[in-house]
């Protein structure tokens, strides 16, 4: 997935969030997402302090850090919002759970260039961007991190819009076959 296919979700998502604008579950949203960076602080602080951690869940704790520092909380609830939004209009985008939890790890991690490299390439005498894949593992845990914390409020976002799009083209079908009867 790339941001270009994301692009028209990134906007409906926008359009959700100044029509509801007042709405709390995006303090919600974000107070979640950083309880979740406090949780990855104390990870890597105990890891630090001398404790053992399991590799991968010290690296995703990292990583959401690595994102809290670069990226803005809404920014981010707004990425993971417009993915689940994806998902619900285009389901055979993702070929399984996991696929879906990869790219949301790389969409999001992509939202910040503190995780991609740059190399030199000696053919074209340009440089390139490359983005450094993490160990599955640990995207599987950074994932069930991120849909923890932020999924059920973007799964209800996507749902919501959902049953609007339906609701928009039963009437705009009412109106068809009312204009049809017309004589």
């Not at 160990?135 to 069930?144: E, K, M």
């Amino acid at each position: 997935m790339t941001k270009g296919d994301l692009k028209p979700y990134l906007a409906a998502i926008d359009e959700i969030m100044e029509r509801n604008r007042d709405n709390p579950a995006w303090g919600i949203a974000t107070q979640r997402w950083n309880a979740l960076v406090h949780h990855c602080q104390s990870i890597v602080e105990a890891y630090l302090n001398g404790k053992a951690i399991v590799k991968f869940k010290v690296q995703a704790a990292r990583e959401v850090i690595r994102l809290y520092e670069h990226v803005e909380a809404l920014e981010v609830i707004r990425t993971v919002c417009a993915i689940y939004l994806m998902a619900e209009h285009r389901p055979r985008t993702f070929l399984s759970d996991q696929a879906f939890i990869h790219q949301l790890v790389r969409r999001c991690r992509g939202l910040t260039d503190a995780n991609a490299g740059i190399w030199y390439d000696q053919t074209t005498g340009k440089a390139k961007r490359v983005y450094r894949d993490l160990p599955r593992r640990t995207v599987s845990f950074l994932g069930q991190m991120i849909t923890d914390t932020l999924g059920a409020i973007s799964l209800s976002v996507a749902r919501k819009d959902r049953r609007t799009r339906e609701h928009q083209n039963q009437q705009r079908e009412n109106l068809k076959n009312a204009l049809e009867e017309l004589q």
